[in-house]
């Protein structure tokens, strides 16, 4: 399993293309996407993007229009194709991410796919084969946890051992709102996939079974979601991971996670910030909105990893093995909530490994 690289300088906004820059599809450009190509745009140091391609013609154009130099593509599959493309983002949804991360292999691209991989373990494992079959890694996972600092250090701790042996982790993931189609099904399969990939980064095995249950559900959840969601997370080793999601808190995005070990324990994810103390009395920390707030650096720094290597024509991240084992636990994750919270052990080709 891969960990976090250091991070890379990143350029100051305004900094002119290179002629050696490499030159970047993003598709997809909703919210995450739109986020990656202002960051190919101004912050990231030797690359830029060329072409973007959107199921919305109109955020296409709204987003390359914002940027010099990049024009939109009729359709993802023409971007891919485009001679002027070295090299692709890929942040549609789910379900369309097998056709694309495909044709990119065909292309020998490298390409970033954001999370998932695909929405399936059996789609993501075609992923691992396609990919072996080109002799190359140009695939990387936007599993973008394994970047942040805080996460990168606590991945540190357990490896130096300074707090003996790990046991358990505590994980918290909770959003202020999510959109009005999102289901109990997709907590497991779009949030709580977050903390399968941390499990599997900061311990460093796999994830044997899982248990997915429903405590009583807030008065004010959305119509067809049950919230909050309880996940307990069986590892390889015997560690356990209990997980608490809560997505729609009205609050803000909160994302914390607290380590058990033999020797002591250690937690990330509660002082990011200044701590202001106002007139009213009242002290503390404002909390993030959303997720892109919250990991901004780890953003920046994974796409810049991605660069870097993608440059050299191959990857260094996230991959996709890592792609189809956290789809592996997040389907036997439905399968338990489907089932009424039994416990479900995970089935993974280790064979492709």
């Known amino acids: 399993m891969t960990t976090a690289p250091a991070a890379a300088a990143t350029a100051p906004a305004g900094t002119a293309p290179g002629e050696g820059d490499l030159r970047v599809a993003v598709l997809g450009v909703g919210m995450m996407g739109a986020d990656h190509v202002r960051r190919l745009a101004t912050r990231v140091v030797g690359a830029r993007p060329v072409v973007v391609a959107d199921a919305y013609a109109a955020t296409a154009h709204r987003v390359a229009a914002a940027h010099d130099g990049v024009r939109v593509a009729q359709d993802p599959l023409a971007a891919i194709a485009d001679p002027e493309v070295d090299a692709v983002v890929v942040a549609t949804p789910g379900s369309t991410h097998e056709e694309l991360v495909l044709a990119c292999l065909e292309r020998g691209l490298p390409v970033l796919c954001e999370k998932p991989l695909t929405t399936e373990p059996d789609s993501s494992l075609r992923l691992v084969h396609a990919e072996r079959a080109t002799g190359r890694r140009l695939v990387q996972v936007g599993f973008m946890r394994r970047f942040d600092e805080e996460y990168a250090a606590l991945r540190a701790l357990v490896a130096g051992g300074e707090l003996g042996a790990p046991l358990m982790l505590h994980c918290a993931h909770r959003n202020a709102a999510v959109p009005a189609h999102f289901d109990s099904e997709m907590v497991v399969l779009d949030s709580l996939v977050h903390e ?158």
């Not at 311990?203 to 307990?232: C, K, Q, Y």
């Not at 919250?294 to 991959?319: H, I, K, L, S």
Request: with cysteine; proline share 4%.
């Open 196 to 353: 399968v990939d941390a499990t599997r980064f900061l311990l460093g095995e796999e994830v044997t079974a899982i248990t997915v249950l429903h405590p009583t559900s807030r008065r004010d959840a959305p119509a067809g979601l049950s919230d909050p969601t309880f996940a307990l997370l069986e590892t390889a080793g015997g560690r356990l991971v209990d997980v608490e999601l809560s997505v729609s808190t009205g609050v803000g995005y909160e994302v914390r996670t607290e380590l058990v070990a033999e020797g002591g324990t250690a937690m990330i994810g509660l002082d990011r910030g200044p701590l202001v103390a106002t007139s009213t009395g009242r002290r503390g920390r404002a909390i993030p909105p959303t997720f892109v707030e919250r990991f901004a650096q780890a953003y920046d720094t994974e796409v810049q990893v991605w660069a870097d290597a993608a440059r050299a024509g191959t990857t260094d991240g996230p991959t996709t093995w890592d792609g189809y084992a956290a789809a592996a636990v997040c389907a036997a994750g439905v399968a338990s909530l489907r089932g009424g919270g039994v416990r479900v052990e995970v089935e993974l080709d280790e064979e492709a490994r």
